[in-house]
């Protein structure tokens, strides 16, 4: 079992930065590939990021904007958000899967935190 704890979310205005951390306990992040997704009012959860063992993946959306990384000694993944927009608003979610090739679909992952709210002002 994994236990993943989000932080770092918040309310900021448009064009703001903003990281958020993943903190695993249970086992090792380096035995799965790792992700955000996040999900809007009324809307699906959708792929935002991801670290798999033949590199990073971000969707068409948050590319160049937002950079994900690992720290295998302190067992948390984090994202760094660059260039906020409103539409960036929604609950992220840190998820961990044993399957690189599945980790951008919501079937793909194994463990999912509870989420941290960011909220992003026009």
């Known amino acids: 079992q994994v236990q993943l704890v989000e932080s770092g979310g918040g309310l900021v205005q448009a064009g703001d930065s903003l990281r958020l951390s993943c903190a695993a306990s249970?086992?090792?992040?380096?035995?799965?590939?790792m992700a955000w997704f996040r999900q809007a009012p009324g809307k699906e959860r959708e792929f935002v990021a991801a670290i798999t063992w033949s590199g990073n993946r971000y969707a068409d959306s948050v590319k160049g904007r937002f950079t994900m990384s690992r720290d295998s000694a302190k067992n948390t993944v984090s994202l760094q958000m660059n260039s906020l927009k409103p539409e960036d608003t929604a609950v992220y979610y840190c998820a961990a899967g044993a399957r690189g090739g599945l980790i951008a679909a919501t079937y793909g992952i194994d463990y999912w935190g509870k989420g941290t709210l960011v909220t992003v002002s026009s």
């Open positions: 249970g086992r090792t992040l380096s035995s799965y590939a």
